[in-house]
């Protein structure tokens, strides 16, 4: 199962809004809405910060939002701050039960 | 307060094996599935292995398929992963994470380093 595609690196400035972008398949993102997406801080486990395509796990900021298109799903932040300065990831469900990840984006905030 | 601490990492020659646990608080352990995710060194992350919280239903990526073994014991609330014939390739930060194929990784442990070398 090959990795998700993502952007290898992402840039805003604060307080604007940035689009991270994930493509699969229709026998991944575009077959269920089992998205998820999640945050990285250096040398700390990931956060999950957005679950099935759209929905924010209770105290993540509503400034970070999901959705999808078709075979592309997209993680959506707006009004940049400086410690959104780390790495995301997305997911999806597989055919077959499988689970395959993006290989991640490094966002950048200028 | 939900907690999941990783444990039995280590530096193995390609052939070997290793066990890893981890030990759960804070929720009823047996009533949700579990999972393991690794991450190479300066890498993404990987989905490794999936188990439902009976224990009667596993799931596991080709890459480990045949190798690696997700187990768990509710009466420990300890998930584990015995890992055989390692490779080279399989080091990485394996983490373990609350969650299923279709539900979201919404706790992860603090994850657990394995170096397979020779």
């Known amino acids: 199962q090959s990795a998700l595609t993502q952007p290898p690196s992402a840039s805003g400035s604060p307080g604007q809004s940035v689009t991270i972008s994930c493509t699969g398949t229709s026998t991944d993102i575009g077959g269920y809405n089992y998205v998820s997406w999640y945050q990285q801080h250096p040398g700390k486990a990931p956060k999950l910060i957005i679950y099935?395509?759209?929905k924010r796990p209770s105290g993540v900021p509503d400034r970070f939002s999901g959705s999808k298109s078709g075979n592309t799903a997209s993680l959506t932040v707006s009004g940049l701050q400086a410690e959104d300065e780390v790495d995301y990831y997305c997911?999806?469900?597989?055919?077959?039960?499988?689970?395959?990840f993006g290989a991640g984006t490094k966002l950048t905030v200028l | 307060e939900v907690q999941l601490l990783d444990s039995g990492g280590g530096f193995v020659q390609p052939g070997g094996s290793l066990r890893l646990s981890c030990v759960a608080s804070g929720f009823t352990f047996s009533s949700y599935a579990m999972s393991w995710v690794r991450q190479a060194p300066g890498k993404g992350l990987e989905w490794v292995s999936s188990?439902?919280?009976?224990?009667?239903?596993?799931y596991s990526a080709a890459s480990v398929k045949g190798r690696f073994s997700i187990s768990r014991d509710n009466s420990k609330n300890t998930l584990y992963m015995q890992m055989n014939s390692l490779r080279v390739e399989d080091t990485a930060l394996y983490y373990c994470?609350?969650?299923?194929?279709?539900?979201?990784?919404?706790?992860w442990g603090q994850g657990s380093l394995v170096t397979v070398s020779s």
């Open positions: 997911s999806s469900y597989v055919d077959n039960n499988n689970l395959v």
């Open positions: 099935e395509v759209t």
């Open positions: 994470a609350k969650g299923w194929t279709t539900s979201p990784f919404d706790y």
């Open positions: 188990i439902s919280g009976s224990g009667d239903i596993t």
